[in-house]
């Protein structure tokens, strides 16, 4: 069983920068796809960042140019580095994972961006 451990949430005024990490332990097979989702209420949860093993990543196209998605391969971890950050980045942020066929998810982490 995947266990992922975000972390790096918070409050923070716009124009702002904040650093997310997720980790990732139990993993009997080598992690593929890591990734950057949120939720802000009353919407669905949506993409914000991924990024593969070989290093290839893509982005939500309200992200682009602000957030950089990096990894960790030998700590298992993703990060999501945010800049500029706007009123309309406040959300649950969750990590996810694949791994072979699976797919796990974090508890989430709340940001909050102040306009």
């Known amino acids: 069983q995947v266990q992922l451990v975000e972390s790096g949430g918070g409050l923070v005024q716009a124009g702002g920068s904040l650093r997310l990490s997720c980790a990732a332990s139990?993993?009997?097979?080598?992690?593929?796809?890591m990734a950057w989702y949120r939720q802000a209420p009353g919407e669905q949860r949506e993409l914000v960042a991924a990024?593969?093993?070989?290093?290839?990543?893509n982005y939500a196209d309200s992200v682009k140019g602000r957030f950089t998605i990096s990894r960790d391969n030998a700590k298992n971890t993703v990060y999501l580095q945010m800049n500029s950050l706007k009123p309309e980045d406040t959300a649950v942020y969750y990590c996810s994972v694949q791994v072979h066929v699976w797919t796990y998810w974090g508890q989430g982490t709340q940001v909050t961006v102040s306009s």
């Open positions: 139990g993993s009997r097979f080598s992690i593929e796809r």
């Open positions: 990024i593969t093993s070989a290093g290839s990543t």
